[in-house]
């Protein structure tokens, strides 16, 4: 994950691509965000992450994908 604003970035283990574990690891990374005193209102992903948009939500958490076979080019410059 990596902020827009203040370009922080920071990662997670993720044991796997089922659904519970990828919310499991963003909670985990948006604590750190909390505790710094930062409120997260979107997320940047890939298309193939659109699965969690529902979670997302009821995070109060907008979820924007990309496009089928593109990235999200900041986070791509940033790795």
Do not use: W
């Amino acid at each position: 994950m990596m902020s827009c604003h203040i370009k922080f970035g920071t990662v997670e283990v993720i044991v796997n691509q089922k659904i519970g574990s990828l919310i499991s690891a963003f909670k985990m990374v948006a604590q750190v965000y909390h505790r710094a005193g930062f409120r997260l209102t979107q997320a940047l992903m890939d298309g193939e992450f659109k699965t969690m948009r529902g979670e997302l939500s009821k995070l109060e958490i907008a979820l924007n994908t990309t496009s089928c076979n593109e990235h999200v080019g900041d986070i791509e410059k940033y790795i």
